[in-house]
C-alpha cells in the first residue's frame, strides 16, 4: 500500500497558540484526502474531507475556522489547529483515498497533540 | 444513516487458536465494508475490504471476512492466531456509495497469549 506520512510526530504546545500538521503521500497521489480524530480507546472521527482545489468539506460540530485544512497539492496538505485549548488534545490522523466508491484509503502514522 | 457496531472492545486468545472479531453494520444503501488493523506508533494498515464482489473475502496475513446482508455482519476471522496478530482492529462501512468517507466502528483490541 501506499505510504503517508505526519509531521509531527508528537507536538507539546501552550493553550492560545496555533500549530501545524503536515500530512504526506510518499509514492501515492490522490485528489482526496480526510483528516480524523482519534481520542483513547475510540473510533476514528471523521474531521474534514479535503479534494485538491477545492475548500474542505467539515463535518458537523467541526469548526472550520478552529481546524484549516490546506491540500496543497495531490501528495501534501495540512491541518493547522489555531488557537488550541486543552480539550483539542488529541491524535491527529491523516488519510489519501483512492478514487470511487469502495476505494482503500491509506493512513498516516498520525500526530499525538497535547495542548497544556 | 450507516453505522459501525463492533462487539467486545478486547478479545483474548491464545496463539494458534481461532480469532473471531464482530462487526455489525447499518447501512441505507449497499455498503462497502474494511477491516483495517491498527498497530502501536503505526497508521491504519488495510487487512481486507467487501466491495459487492464475492462475499467471503480474504486479505493480508491470513484473516478473510464473511459479508452476510440478511444478518448485517462482516465478521473477521483467522484460523490459527499468531501473537504478531496482537494490535487494534478497526471495521468501517463507506458513508456512501459514490465517495471513500468511512464510518469506523469503536475498535477492537486483540491480545495474543503465548
Known amino acids: 500500500g501506499a505510504v503517508v506520512s505526519q509531521h509531527p510526530s508528537r507536538v507539546i504546545c501552550k493553550s492560545g497558540t496555533s500549530v501545524k500538521i503536515e500530512c504526506r503521500s510518499l509514492?501515492?497521489?490522490?485528489?482526496?484526502m480526510f483528516w480524523y480524530r482519534q481520542f483513547p480507546k475510540k473510533s476514528l472521527m471523521l474531521m474534514a474531507t479535503?479534494?485538491?482545489?477545492?475548500?474542505?468539506?467539515?463535518e458537523q460540530g467541526v469548526e472550520k475556522d478552529k481546524f484549516l485544512i490546506n491540500h496543497a497539492s495531490l501528495t501534501l496538505s495540512t491541518l493547522t489547529v489555531t488557537s488550541a485549548h486543552p480539550e483539542d488534545s488529541s491524535f491527529y490522523i491523516c488519510s489519501w483515498a483512492e478514487t470511487g466508491g469502495g476505494g482503500t484509503q491509506y493512513f498516516g502514522p498520525g500526530t499525538r497533540l497535547l495542548v497544556l | 444513516a450507516q453505522s459501525v457496531t463492533q462487539l467486545g472492545s478486547h478479545v483474548s486468545v491464545s496463539e494458534g487458536a481461532l480469532v473471531l472479531l464482530r462487526c455489525n453494520y447499518s447501512s441505507s444503501v449497499p455498503p462497502y465494508l474494511f477491516w483495517y488493523v491498527q498497530y502501536p506508533n503505526q497508521g491504519l494498515q488495510l487487512l481486507l475490504k467487501?466491495?459487492?464482489?464475492?462475499?467471503l473475502v480474504k486479505g493480508i496475513n491470513g484473516f478473510e471476512a464473511e459479508f452476510k446482508k440478511s444478518e448485517t455482519s462482516f465478521h473477521l476471522t483467522k484460523p490459527s492466531a499468531h501473537m504478531s496478530d496482537a494490535a487494534e482492529y478497526f471495521c468501517a462501512v463507506s458513508r456512501d456509495q459514490a465517495g471513500t468517507a468511512l464510518i469506523f466502528g469503536k475498535g477492537t483490541t486483540l491480545s495474543v497469549s503465548s
Open positions: 467487501y466491495t459487492s464482489a464475492a462475499t
Open positions: 479535503s479534494n485538491e482545489g477545492s475548500k474542505a468539506t467539515y
Open positions: 509514492d501515492f497521489q490522490a485528489t482526496t
